[in-house]
């Protein structure tokens, strides 16, 4: 198992500039060539120490007359068995003992059930969103759509949108006019609905809930339409809503006129 030793400064005015050793196995530390760590300090024997790993331990030994500490203590027993992390003084020189842990490899069966459930969870995440895209339009299609269901729920859907647009994040007379735009917009669709839910027929209230649709994914994505909204020239916010508003008022006066035949 590797493992590094890191020399530390002996003066905190002295610059970091050792760097980290790396060995593997037995190491002969002293100041002879033929050592695997050579320090040539006043302190230190030909052969002074010797480090090495047995089983699951590191040990570390030294010369009878070599000046050793771990952890600023002296050692009672040999051989030494070293912690990840203790400070090793060899004669003039500390060091910093730092076990190298191994990275467990994974078994072919880790990684395919690894990869086989976030295969399966990407697929979940597609079909959810197929629902949540196919089904509000498969609704609106759908000939068996109770009506008067419709209507309640177009009720309820003009609140949430309204709910929605007043919390939009705007930034700038730009987009705060389109937010004002869109809230003129639902206040108009609300009163209509205050007046004329009652005698709506099916088109009427398919066409409501369809302008509150858009209007609603206006509001949701926000933070991701605000840019083209406001800064493309291809899109004209303001005609788009002043366009829906007058729908709404013709559809107003239409609705009065038919009143007024039917009462005649």
């Not at 790396?22 to 100041?31: D, E, Q």
């Not at 500490?69 to 992390?85: H, V």
């Not at 060899?90 to 060091?95: A, E, M, P, Q, W």
């Not at 006066?253 to 005649?264: D, G, I, M, S, Y």
């Amino acid at each position: 198992m590797p493992y590094i030793l890191k020399q530390l400064n002996n003066s905190k005015d002295e610059d970091d500039s050792h760097p980290p050793l790396y060995f593997a196995g037995t190491i002969r530390i002293g100041s002879k060539n033929d050592c695997d760590l050579v320090l040539n300090t006043p302190k230190m024997l030909p052969f002074h120490s010797e480090l090495y790993h047995r089983g699951n331990e590191f040990r570390f030994v030294a010369n009878q007359t070599a000046f050793v500490e771990i952890n600023d203590s002296d050692i009672l027993r040999w051989p030494a068995i070293l912690k990840d992390g203790d400070i090793l003084t060899i004669g003039d020189t500390k060091f910093q003992f730092t076990i190298i842990q191994p990275i467990p490899k994974r078994s072919w069966r880790a990684s395919f059930a690894s990869n086989l459930a976030i295969t399966l969870l990407i697929l979940l995440i597609i079909f959810e969103i197929s629902i949540m895209i196919w089904l509000p339009y498969t609704l609106h299609k759908t000939k068996a759509w109770e009506f008067a269901t419709a209507k309640q729920y177009v009720i309820r859907q003009i609140d949430r949108v309204r709910n929605k647009t007043r919390r939009m994040q705007v930034n700038g007379p730009a987009e705060a006019s389109i937010q004002k735009l869109m809230l003129n917009c639902e206040n108009s669709i609300a009163e209509y609905l205050r007046k004329y839910s009652n005698v709506m027929d099916r088109a009427q209230t398919r066409m409501i809930h369809k302008d509150l649709y858009k209007l609603e994914v206006i509001a949701d994505q926000w933070p991701h339409y605000r840019k083209i909204y406001t800064y493309k020239a291809k899109i004209n916010p303001e005609i788009y809503l002043e366009d829906l508003c007058n729908q709404l008022n013709e559809s107003n006066v239409e609705l009065q006129n038919t009143n007024t035949t039917q009462e005649k």
